[in-house]
């Protein structure tokens, strides 16, 4: 899922055959064409039509540290998949914000529908998973009781390399996530300490929407976001930030000026 620089050839039939049928995708993985990737632009593994839902306060600690009172059931918004970027792609802060403020979490890639499905059969429907920085406008954010402006600023969705969930295991067992700014540790969380599990929120979004291959679940951050501390810290330009996901990988983002 790639495409190169200037007018070389764009690999959409790829794309579409492997969100046709993702598993099978990759079953064929090892006879497909290969390309030389110097050169080549990469691309999230989303495609345009997918959904992403975001996690807010999933994590006891985080939502402790923002001193808010225990939830009955996930907090829930979107981000659109025009806010994705890749490893290494530069972020700008939006012209009235003071900064940014990371979030580093898993994202988790549906690999088949789930409708009404119990936890179980949920969770066997993630095809993999893969860094991700909510990146988040704090100011806009808190316009009002509605998250979505401050989730959704430019290029502000950085998500990682995705790595198949036969080879990540159960999100239950424990994944150490760390977010390093300019390389000091800001973020050190276990997935231990989500409060709503994956299987169940797949389970219970499936009751009211289908959640359709390629649709993605961002299932929340650890304690030591920037905003709570005193002072607040947030990202600005020449900050570089890094979130780094046991088995999972890695996902950098420079920092820009607005644009």
């Known amino acids: 899922m790639a495409a190169r620089d200037g007018d070389d050839l764009v690999l959409l039939r790829e794309v579409v055959e492997f969100w046709s049928d993702p598993r099978a995708a990759f079953a064929s993985a090892g006879t497909a064409e290969r390309i030389p990737a110097q050169g080549a632009k990469l691309s999230h593994p989303v495609p ?22 225990p939830l009955d059931y996930p907090t829930i918004f979107g981000r659109w998949t025009a806010s994705l970027v890749t490893d290494g792609v530069a972020v700008p802060v939006p012209i009235d914000e003071a900064g940014l403020d990371w979030e580093g979490e898993i994202a988790a890639v549906v690999g088949s529908p789930i409708f009404r499905a119990d936890a179980e059969s949920a969770r066997a429907a993630v095809l993999g998973y893969a860094p991700f920085n909510d990146l988040s406008a704090r100011r806009a954010q808190k316009l009002t009781a509605q998250w979505t402006l401050g989730k959704n600023s430019d290029l502000s969705g950085p998500m990682g390399d995705f790595v198949t969930a036969d080879e990540v295991g159960d999100l239950r067992d424990g994944l150490q996530l760390r977010t390093l700014v300019n390389g ?9 300490d989500m409060i709503f599990e994956l299987g169940d929120v797949l389970a219970l979004i499936s009751r009211t929407m289908t959640l359709n291959p390629g649709d993605v679940i961002v299932t929340g951050t650890p304690e030591g976001v920037g905003y709570v501390r005193m002072p607040p810290i947030f990202l600005s330009a020449g900050d570089s930030v890094t979130i780094e996901v046991e088995k999972i990988g890695s996902v950098t983002t420079p920092i820009v000026g607005a644009l």
């Not at 306060?57 to 985080?62: I, T």
């Not at 000091?184 to 231990?192: E, F, H, I, K, Y």
């Open 184 to 192: 000091a540790v800001m973020q050190d969380g276990n997935t231990r």
């Open 48 to 69: 345009d039509s997918a959904r992403i839902i975001c996690l807010g306060l999933n994590y006891r600690a985080h939502s402790d540290e923002g001193k808010f009172a």
